[in-house]
């Protein structure tokens, strides 16, 4: 019994050592859970963190608190540091960004920031090379404005040499000095500056033991630059007391310099060739100019007379000496310029074809031409004859039709002789009735009765539309060629007495033709030089020799702007012409009297106006929109009409444009069709 209860008693001992256990390992992951939350925030942060800078006219130490704040580091402000700063951006920076930014605004103040173990000092630039600074390359990139130092290894020529010929190219805050016994150059400058004396530094550190060196060029005449350095050497050894003199010799088949002389001469014309065997910013002296939208012959006279100008100008002011020919000559195959002319001419002419070698804006023109016009005529008259010549009686007559209808007298003589199909020929517009008699004997008479109403309406809705570049003129023209019968005559040929009619034939465009000369300006507005001629033939209500054709012009000058719509001209005109011809006292009998009166009348009405609407493209997705709408368009208008129409042989459908897509392949990432050349080669 008791061995069972000391028993009882010792068990619980193992599992308090493991809730102990199990209490220790929770509480170390709590705290490791706390501890990543409190450590997250703060690096997420810092990779998020950017800064918007915006200064206007800042004081420099307000700028330096921001990047000190900005990238934690601590600055030491020299009192001599004082200016107004003015800095905007419209892009984020991250603190490293800003701080490359901020050594720039510091060289444009003619400041700089020399590290100084766990701070920066802000100081002049003049005493930038007493201060220790970052040493090339393991620090800084050779890119940035922070000052630098750099120590160099000459290995093939002595380094105290290279300090006269390198110390016009570092500024005067910077520091350069040989060290002899190393032969070594020590470089304090801006990093990108440092950079570029290491660049030139190497070019000149090439082994010259030989009496004879030979340079090979890679971007320089070697003709040219032997004559600089020949005109150099004439004035530096008439200067001179003493020395041997030095040879240059240009070999053009190789672009290379043969220099021969005192080593030390020779070091500093190599030096020197280095530093002018640079490119040119444009080329070299003969460039090839592809053009994109100007054309290189047109072009190509109006460069020639401008640099032929400008040489003449120049040779009167030096008196015609050392002037270089500038030849231009353009290839109309490729659309490319070939010039040839002295650096300063070249980018001289260069800058003129980047102004004028550009996207010209086009114009899309569409006249609204609405003719709406209305004709209404009517006439009622009766005309008398009476034949009594077989009675003895008198004989009279009236005529109320005029000259181009016929009277009641000659419709009487064709059916007297029997020939009624040539009465009815001449019968004009209009209900003509007839009565009468018309015997061997007696007393013949006719009664013509005609009456007329005549109306017609004239539509027209036309909208010409064309495009054009701006400043060129375009013009279209719509139209039919109507043959209009000018003159006839017949003659009698030979014994037999043949007639050989012939007729004159005079042959006018009818339609409409719209010329147009756009100018854009310089905002949205175009001014427009118009000639719009409308024509097309007349449907009157009466009668006339020959067509009738209406004719509407308007030549003027305008301004719209852009996607707007203006009024060119119009008439509205109305005409109303009546007459009345009776028999004098018996046409004035009242009722009675129409019977011996002739009336007619004839209206008028015209409403013609023009409007013209201008759409400015200026470049390619402007136009792609227009040319896909009108595409489109008389494509539907094509769909549309197949199920209307008359059927057709089976299998076989009417033709239709096919969608635009299969036009306009590239412009949805496609491949475009390769062209030759390039228009950015030679640019």
């Known amino acids: 019994m008791n061995i069972g209860t000391d028993t009882t008693h010792r068990l619980p001992a193992p599992d308090s050592n493991r809730m102990a256990q199990a209490r220790w390992l929770t509480t170390l992951l709590t705290a490791m859970v706390i501890l990543m939350a409190l450590l997250a925030p703060p690096l997420q942060a810092a990779e998020e963190a950017t800064i918007t800078p915006n200064f206007k006219d800042a004081d420099i130490r307000s700028v330096i608190e921001a990047v000190g704040e900005a990238t934690g580091k601590s600055f030491i402000i020299d009192p001599r540091v004082r200016g107004e700063v003015t800095l905007t951006s419209s892009n984020p920076m991250t603190p490293s960004a800003f701080y490359e930014t901020f050594l720039s605004i510091l060289q444009v103040h003619d400041f700089v920031a020399v590290p100084a173990g766990s701070v920066i000092k802000i100081v002049p630039s003049n005493n930038a090379r007493q201060m220790p600074g970052n040493d090339l390359p393991r620090r800084v990139s050779t890119s940035e404005d922070e000052i630098v130092t750099q120590v160099l290894q000459i290995k093939n020529v002595a380094a105290a040499q290279l300090v006269p010929i390198l110390r016009p190219l570092v500024p005067q805050y910077g520091h350069l000095v040989a060290h002899p016994p190393s032969n070594m150059l020590i470089i304090s400058d801006r990093a990108a500056n440092v950079a570029r004396l290491t660049r030139i530094i190497q070019r000149i550190d090439q082994s010259g033991d030989e009496e004879i060196e030979v340079i090979p060029l890679q971007h320089a005449s070697a003709g040219d630059l032997v004559r600089i350095l020949t005109t150099l050497n004439q004035a530096t050894n008439s200067a001179a007391t003493g020395g041997s003199p030095v040879s240059i010799v240009s070999d053009d088949r190789t672009n290379s310099i043969l220099i021969s002389g005192d080593r030390s001469d020779r070091l500093r014309l190599r030096a020197l060739l280095a530093h002018l065997d640079t490119p040119l910013e444009?080329?070299?002296?003969?460039?090839?100019?592809?053009?994109?939208?100007?054309?290189?012959?047109?072009?190509?006279?109006?460069?020639?007379?401008?640099?032929?100008?400008?040489?003449?100008?120049?040779?009167?002011?030096?008196?015609?000496?050392?002037?270089?020919?500038?030849?231009?000559?353009?290839?109309?195959?490729?659309?490319?310029?070939?010039?040839?002319?002295?650096?300063?001419?070249?980018?001289?002419?260069?800058?003129?074809?980047?102004?004028?070698?550009?996207?010209?804006?086009?114009?899309?023109?569409?006249?609204?031409?609405?003719?709406?016009?209305?004709?209404?005529?009517?006439?009622?008259?009766?005309?008398?004859?009476?034949?009594?010549?077989?009675?003895?009686?008198?004989?009279?007559?009236?005529?109320?039709?005029?000259?181009?209808?016929?009277?009641?007298?000659?419709?009487?003589?064709?059916?007297?002789?029997?020939?009624?199909?040539?009465?009815?020929?001449?019968?004009?517009?209009?209900?003509?009735?007839?009565?009468?008699?018309?015997?061997?004997?007696?007393?013949?008479?006719?009664?013509?009765?005609?009456?007329?109403?005549?109306?017609?309406?004239?539509?027209?809705?036309?909208?010409?539309?064309?495009?054009?570049?701006?400043?060129?003129?375009?013009?279209?023209?719509?139209?039919?060629?109507?043959?209009?019968?000018?003159?006839?005559?017949?003659?009698?040929?030979?014994?037999?007495?043949?007639?050989?009619?012939?007729?004159?034939?005079?042959?006018?465009?009818?339609?409409?033709?719209?010329?147009?000369?756009?100018?854009?300006?310089?905002?949205?507005?175009?001014?427009?030089?118009?000639?719009l001629e409308v024509s097309s033939i007349s449907q009157g209500s009466t009668g006339a020799v020959d067509l009738i054709t209406n004719k509407r012009t308007i030549n003027n000058n305008v301004i719209v702007e852009d996607e707007g719509i203006i009024v060119l001209g119009g008439l509205i005109d109305e005409s109303l012409l009546e007459s009345d011809s009776r028999v004098p006292l018996l046409g004035s009998i009242p009722l009675l009297g129409n019977v011996f009166r002739s009336r007619s009348t004839s209206k008028v009405k015209r409403n013609l106006m023009v409007f013209i609407r201008v759409k400015i493209m200026r470049d390619e997705n402007d136009a792609f929109v227009e040319t896909n709408s009108k595409y489109q368009s008389m494509r539907d208008l094509q769909l549309g009409k197949r199920d209307r129409g008359v059927s057709l042989m089976p299998g076989e459908e009417r033709p239709a444009l096919p969608p635009i897509e299969e036009y306009t392949r590239g412009r949805g990432g496609e491949a475009l069709p390769e062209s030759a050349p390039d228009p950015d080669d030679g640019r």
């Not at 006279?301 to 640099?307: I, R």
């Not at 009236?398 to 059916?415: C, E, K, L």
């Not at 002789?417 to 009468?436: E, F, H, K, M, R």
């Not at 039919?480 to 017949?490: D, I």
């Open 282 to 531: 444009e080329g070299g002296n003969t460039q090839v100019i592809y053009l994109r939208y100007a054309n290189s012959e047109e072009l190509a006279g109006k460069l020639n007379e401008q640099a032929n100008s400008a040489q003449r100008q120049q040779g009167g002011a030096q008196g015609n000496a050392g002037q270089s020919s500038t030849t231009i000559w353009a290839d109309t195959q490729t659309n490319a310029l070939i010039i040839t002319a002295p650096p300063k001419t070249m980018r001289s002419l260069r800058s003129v074809i980047d102004k004028l070698d550009i996207r010209r804006a086009q114009v899309l023109v569409e006249a609204i031409i609405v003719d709406v016009t209305e004709d209404s005529s009517s006439e009622l008259g009766v005309t008398w004859i009476v034949d009594g010549s077989d009675s003895d009686s008198g004989a009279g007559a009236t005529s109320f039709d005029g000259a181009t209808n016929p009277g009641a007298a000659q419709i009487a003589g064709v059916i007297a002789g029997g020939d009624t199909g040539a009465a009815l020929g001449q019968i004009s517009d209009g209900l003509t009735y007839a009565v009468g008699r018309f015997k061997d004997t007696g007393t013949n008479w006719a009664a013509l009765l005609r009456a007329l109403r005549g109306d017609a309406n004239t539509n027209i809705l036309g909208t010409p539309s064309i495009v054009t570049m701006d400043n060129e003129e375009a013009e279209i023209n719509v139209g039919q060629e109507v043959p209009f019968l000018t003159g006839s005559f017949s003659n009698a040929t030979g014994t037999t007495g043949s007639v050989n009619p012939f007729q004159t034939i005079n042959r006018q465009d009818v339609g409409t033709k719209l010329t147009i000369t756009p100018q854009i300006n310089e905002g949205d507005a175009v001014i427009m030089d118009i000639a």
